[in-house]
C-alpha cells in the first residue's frame, strides 16, 4: 500500500514544485515506484517531468471530477521513470464545479485508492494556497512535507499551515501527520536565515529535515529543460541535495538510504 505525502505550503515560491519533482525522481531512481499527482493550476510539476500540460485530454481535473479515472489519466515521465498525473490550467475550473459537490473533498483520496497497491510513494505536489485543492491533498495523504525558506514570513504561514493540518486531522482525515520540515533556498550567508533555522530546529526537532536544499542555479534551470535536476546536472550542489533528501525520507521510513 501506498504511503501518501502532501507536499503544501500556501506561500508561493518556497520550492515545493522543486521539491515535488525531485524527491520523486530520487525515489524513483531508488527503484520505488513513485507516482506524483500535480494538483496545481500552473502545471509546474507536468512541465518539470517534461510532459506539455497544454493539449492534454485527460488530468487531474478529469479525476476530480470523476470523469477519468487515475488509471486511465496517468503517464510515465520520460526520463525520470515515475508515473504522473498531469495538471494544466482547466484544473482552476475544479474549485468551482465542485463546490456544491458531495465528497467534494475527498475526491482525489477515492481515485487514488484503487491504484495504491501499485506504488510504494504518491507525493502530492499541492498549490500554494490553502484552497480546496489543497485540502484533497490534505485529505488524501498520510502525511504533509512542508518545504520552507528560512525568513520571517515563512514563519507566520507555517502556523496557518500546521492550523488547518490540525483541523483535517480533527474533522477529514485523522491519519494526517506532519512529515517532516524541509529548509528550501538556502543561503548560509544570510543572518536571519540563520536565526529561523535555529528556531525551526529549536521548536519542532527532528521533524526538521537535516537535509537543507540550498540556492542553487542548476536547480533552477532544470524545469526549462523539462527535467529533474539529477538528469540536467548530477552533480550540482542542488542534485546532490534533493539526492541526500531522498536518502533521509528511506531511511526515516524504511531505515534504507540512496547510494550516491
Known amino acids: 500500500m501506498a504511503k501518501i505525502l ?8 518556497v520550492g515545493k514544485t522543486t521539491t ?5 525522481a530520487g525515489l524513483a531512481a531508488a527503484k520505488r515506484r513513485v507516482l506524483l499527482v500535480d494538483l496545481d493550476p500552473q502545471g509546474n ?3 518539470g ?4 500540460k497544454t493539449g492534454l485530454a485527460r488530468t487531474v481535473y478529469h479525476v476530480l471530477l470523476e470523469q477519468h479515472t487515475v488509471a486511465q489519466t496517468r503517464l510515465t515521465t520520460p526520463q525520470a521513470k515515475y508515473d504522473l498525473l498531469p495538471a494544466n490550467r482547466e484544473l482552476a475550473g475544479a474549485e468551482v464545479e465542485l463546490v456544491d459537490e ?6 482525489l483520496r477515492e481515485a487514488l485508492a484503487p491504484v495504491a497497491n501499485e506504488y510504494d510513494y504518491v507525493l502530492i505536489d499541492c498549490p500554494p494556497a490553502l484552497n480546496l485543492l489543497t485540502l484533497n491533498g490534505l485529505v488524501a495523504a498520510h ?4 518545504p520552507m525558506q528560512c525568513e520571517y514570513y515563512a514563519l507566520e504561514g507555517l502556523t496557518d499551515l500546521i492550523n488547518t493540518v490540525k483541523k483535517v486531522r480533527a474533522h477529514l482525515n485523522p491519519e494526517l501527520e506532519i512529515e517532516g520540515l524541509l529548509r ?13 533555522s535555529q528556531q525551526l530546529t529549536q521548536h519542532f526537532g527532528d521533524k526538521v529535515y537535516s537535509t537543507i ?3 542553487n542555479v542548476r536547480l533552477a534551470e532544470a524545469p526549462s529543460y523539462g527535467l529533474p535536476v539529477f538528469y540536467h546536472d548530477r552533480s550540482s550542489k542542488g542534485a546532490l541535495a534533493y539526492l541526500a533528501l531522498a536518502g533521509e525520507f528511506l531511511r526515516r521510513r524504511e531505515g534504507v538510504g540512496v547510494a550516491p
Open 6 to 13: 502532501a507536499i503544501a505550503n500556501q506561500k508561493g515560491g
Open 213 to 215: 536544499i540550498p540556492r
Open 20 to 24: 515535488s519533482v525531485n524527491l520523486a
Open 102 to 107: 458531495e465528497r467534494r473533498e475527498r475526491r
Open 184 to 196: 528550501t533556498m538556502y543561503d548560509p550567508r544570510n543572518a536571519l536565515a540563520q536565526q529561523v
Open 49 to 52: 517531468s517534461g510532459i506539455a
Open 45 to 47: 510539476a507536468t512541465t
Open 143 to 146: 502525511s504533509v512535507m512542508i
